[in-house]
């Protein structure tokens, strides 16, 4: 709604004294109820008094359907915001913030729990530059909240929780406003014996911008959990839908799953897995793609131990077995096109000393896919590990490895195949103690491969070379650092040439200055490079992808001091965040996940308390959604 300037003066000064008598009104008693489970009178009585208590109960006068004594406390606060975006689009808003909340239970503490909360917001908004007419609105906005616990205490605890919020209400966003519904509800319960969980969690959000585009995700999740003896087995459900009405993107994820673990008192483990992921996403007016996965998958181990079959204390000897089906359908619009594959291998490790180990291992893979006939092949190999002590130079320390192996498949429609590998290895390794809880590590490593296979005319040879250093200090007990970068590179040349890259930079640091400052930080950064698809030599996979660096950071940075400038109670915080990839997002079913993403975030900040009065001041400079976004903010609040 267009609103004269005039006018909004007008309800600018009406509302002024208002928010000051309100700001400086005298609060009293103010927080919320704090409940513990249990009875509220530790010593009841016995005998006579006992038969008397307990006279009302048989009245059914026991208990009352009422609520104790409302604890009630809220905040109202004044907002100022100015936001310039890269285009030149400029935003002022102003806002006045009132919240209530209240607090008690039914009857006794452990029986029900209720929070409860309401607000208000009354905003002007006026935007101009970027080519457009300046404009102004006014509106308002309710909010409120809502918490029901249930038997709190007890072994089948019930939770509901709901929200009406508005992002404006928080004061410092930066993307486009938005308001957000959400609906929790959580039953959980366990046996009062036994080692056993049982959980259903239903969630509804919704995040609603204001030019009417909706952003809803829906989530239904169940998980069990059961613990007997040796035995124990993890079941577990959800589906999730989001729908985003403004690009027409539509997600559907469903998962079912369930473990069985057994780990006897011996040296059998066995794991068996059974799972079934259902994907369907639609974005826009393009196809609808979806796919879906079903396996069952058992791994198990067993190293024989004194007393039972093949136990030898100088040769330990350990079996590994495996059989895995998997059923996998992908649906790009123009029908479904299945594949099944059923995959089962066998393997044993001898060790013949400390230096020497042998092993073996067989498996056999059948293929079946939609089109195309069945296919099988059989794979075996044979090999030995020799890892060499530990020799001492000068600082250093040397560490050779060497090891070869055969193996041979055979594979429906194919010749024959043979490979013969042989690889071998040295690591040197230094440690440097530079002071009292201060150490420095050095390690350099350096691996040959070379791999022969009877379908390429030529063999392929790889040579590795890694880096690494580390340096971690924890000094006087007010610091603990740890950084650390590592850089590696390989080559192989076969019937032509490949490349791979990496750096990888780690930094971490707790510093507390002194009694009122310190600061804190977490860096990640790393790039790869790939200009290969041939056969590595040490890995035996086939690698492949453009020449061109892929990066990837993130990190944080914090700073505060607890008495800026020198003045009591003024806080000052700088604050920094990276993150170049977008880990959390609604359309993956993350119901948790912000609708706007920030890659970038630089902050300072400073907070002022006088008794029930605080202040904020904040300059943010940051990049939403790939725009270059700058804020000040401004808030006053009176808490009663």
Do not use: K
Not at 92 to 103: I, N
Not at 240 to 254: P, V, Y
Not at 275 to 303: C, E, K, M, Y
Not at 334 to 342: H, N, V, Y
């Amino acid at each position: 709604m267009r609103v004269p300037s005039t006018r909004w003066r007008r309800r600018t000064r009406s509302l002024a004294p208002v928010a000051a008598a309100l700001l400086l009104w005298r609060a009293g008693a103010a927080g919320a109820a704090a409940f513990l489970p249990g009875p509220v009178d530790p010593d009841p009585p016995t005998g006579d008094l006992a038969a008397a208590a307990a006279e009302p109960l048989r009245h059914g006068g026991g208990f009352r359907f009422e609520f104790a004594p409302w604890q009630i406390g809220g905040s109202i606060a004044l907002d100022g915001r100015w936001l310039r975006l890269e285009d030149g689009l400029r935003t002022r808003h102003a806002a006045l913030v009132g919240d209530v909340e209240f607090a008690s239970y039914l009857w006794q503490p452990w029986f029900v729990q209720v929070r409860a909360g309401l607000g208000t917001l009354l905003a002007r908004d006026h935007t101009d530059g970027a080519g457009s007419e300046p404009a102004g609105t006014t509106s308002g906005a309710a909010t409120g909240r809502l918490a029901v616990s249930v038997f709190p205490q007890s072994r089948f605890p019930f939770e509901l929780q709901a929200d009406v919020s508005d992002s404006r209400v928080q004061g410092d966003a930066l993307g486009a406003d938005y308001r957000s519904q959400r609906l929790s509800l959580t039953q959980s319960y366990r046996p009062e014996r036994g080692n056993a969980s049982l959980q259903l969690v239903a969630e509804r959000s919704r995040l609603s911008t204001e030019q009417g585009a909706d952003d809803d995700v829906s989530a239904l999740r169940a998980s069990a959990l059961w613990q007997q003896g040796a035995h124990s087995i993890d079941a577990g459900a959800s589906l999730t839908l989001n729908e985003r009405s403004d690009t027409g993107d539509r997600s559907r994820i469903g998962l079912l799953s369930l473990r069985h673990g057994f780990q006897g008192a011996g040296t059998l483990h066995v794991d068996t897995l059974a799972s079934w992921n259902d994907v369907q996403q639609r974005s826009g007016a393009l196809p609808a793609f979806g796919t879906d996965i079903r396996q069952i998958a058992s791994f198990a181990t067993w190293r024989p131990g004194e007393g039972e079959p093949l136990y030898r204390a100088d040769a330990p000897l350990m079996l590994t077995g495996s059989a895995r089906w998997v059923d996998a359908g992908v649906d790009g619009g123009d029908g479904t096109l299945r594949a099944r594959s059923m995959n089962a291998s066998l393997g044993v490790t001898q060790e013949l000393s400390r230096r020497w180990r042998v092993f073996g291992a067989g498996s056999g893979t059948l293929v079946d896919s939609d089109g195309a006939p069945r296919r099988g092949s059989l794979t075996g190999n044979l090999g030995a590990q020799w890892t060499g002590d530990g020799v001492a130079l000068g600082a250093w320390r040397w560490l050779p490895t060497a090891a070869a192996s055969a193996g041979a498949t055979r594979a429906s429609g194919n010749p024959l195949r043979r490979t013969l590998a042989a690889q071998a290895g040295q690591s040197f390794v230094r440690s440097i103690v530079l002071g009292a809880g201060e150490s420095l590590a050095l390690n350099a490593t350096q691996s040959l491969g070379v791999l022969q296979d009877s379908e390429t005319a030529v063999a392929s040879r790889t040579l590795a070379h890694s880096a690494s250093l580390y340096w971690q200090s924890a000094a006087g007990g007010a610091t603990q650092s740890y950084a650390g970068i590592t850089l590696s590179e390989s080559r192989t040349r076969a019937e032509a040439d490949g490349r791979f890259r990496l750096v990888n930079l780690q930094f971490s640091r707790r510093t507390q200055i002194d009694r009122h400052a310190s600061w804190s930080g977490d860096l990640t950064l790393q790039a790869t490079c790939s200009d290969t698809e041939q056969l590595d030599a040490l890995t035996g996979l086939r690698s492949g992808g453009e020449a061109s660096w892929q990066h990837y950071g993130s990190g944080t940075l914090s700073y505060e001091h607890q008495r800026a400038f020198g003045v009591p109670r003024l806080r000052f915080s700088a604050l920094l965040s990276v993150n170049s990839a977008q880990l959390e997002r609604r359309a993956d079913g993350d119901i948790d996940a912000p609708r706007e993403r920030v890659t970038e975030s630089l902050e300072n900040r400073l907070d002022y308390t006088i008794g029930r009065l605080d202040a904020r001041l904040s300059a943010r400079i940051a990049r939403v959604e790939g725009r270059a976004v700058s804020a000040l903010f401004l808030r006053v609040q009176r808490r009663f």
